[in-house]
T-cell receptor
Framework: GAGVSQSPSNKVTEKGKDVELRCDPI?????LYWYRQSLGQGLEFLIY????????KSGLPSDRFSAERTGGSVSTLTIQRTQQEDSAVYLC????????????FGPGTRLTVT | AQSVTQLDSHVSVSEGTPVLLRCNYS??????LFWYVQHPNKGLQLLLK??????LVKGINGFEAEFKKSETSFHLTKPSAHMSDAAEYFC??????????FGTGTKLQVIP
């Protein structure tokens, strides 16, 4: 079956603009995760969804970052008033029901803020 | 608090020699442990996972890892490195049901 997909694959935006990143998880996976990976860095946890609820938003770096999930499926990560330090690869992952299960990762969205 | 530590940021081995990538965890919960691999410009792919069954876990591409509770370790090994193993490897830990904590990664270089 289809894996996790993310769009766009690459996004170049000007500082101060808003961007939306999209994640389509594997069908039937109730848990969805967003991570940020900066150049040469490990994975930085951003937010976790169980269904449409976000029990853990602790990783969102600032109030410019928000995310939502609708229908227990697609999720969007929105970054408002982008800054150059937001440049990174944003990875989405889904898992069957909880963190006890392995995560399946999408290919990521490479965001460049100029 | 739960945490995971990858002890080496870079490991270099010759092709055909053994690979050892080290991972230690800290948690008061019974953990689920994972190893993921990331090739350049790709997403992460699961290599193997431990979820309280057998302590020696076999994964894809000849990799395996052994869960040692007394040492709080989950080191990744492979008997013979191949050029295609060059990548970044992440150890990940879940002590509950809501969050997975990833290590900072180990970049594996394989020298021909």
């Amino acid at each position: 079956g289809a894996g996790v997909s993310q769009s766009p694959s690459n996004k170049v935006t000007e500082k101060g603009k808003d961007v939306e990143l999209r994640c389509d998880p594997i069908s039937g996976h109730t848990a969805l995760y967003w991570y940020r990976q900066s150049l040469g860095q490990g994975l930085e946890f951003l937010i976790y969804f169980q269904g449409n609820s976000a029990p853990d938003k602790s990783g969102l770096p600032s109030d410019r970052f928000s995310a939502e999930r609708t229908g227990g499926s697609v999720s969007t990560l929105t970054i408002q008033r982008t800054q150059q330090e937001d440049s990174a690869v944003y990875l989405c992952a889904s898992s069957f029901s909880s963190a006890a299960y392995e995560q399946y990762f999408g290919p990521g969205t490479r965001l460049t803020v100029t | 608090a739960q945490s995971v530590t990858q002890l080496d940021s870079h490991v270099s081995v010759s092709e055909g020699t053994p690979v050892l990538l080290r991972c230690n965890y800290s948690s008061s919960y019974s953990p689920s442990l994972f190893w993921y691999v990331q090739h350049p410009n790709k997403g992460l792919q699961l290599l193997l996972k431990y979820t309280s069954a057998a302590t020696l876990v076999k994964g894809i591409n000849g990799f395996e890892a052994e869960f040692k509770k007394s040492e709080t370790s989950f080191h990744l090994t492979k008997p013979s490195a191949h050029m295609s193993d060059a990548a970044e490897y992440f150890c990940a830990f879940s002590g509950g049901y809501q969050k997975v904590t990833f290590g900072t990664g180990t970049k594996l270089q394989v020298i021909p």
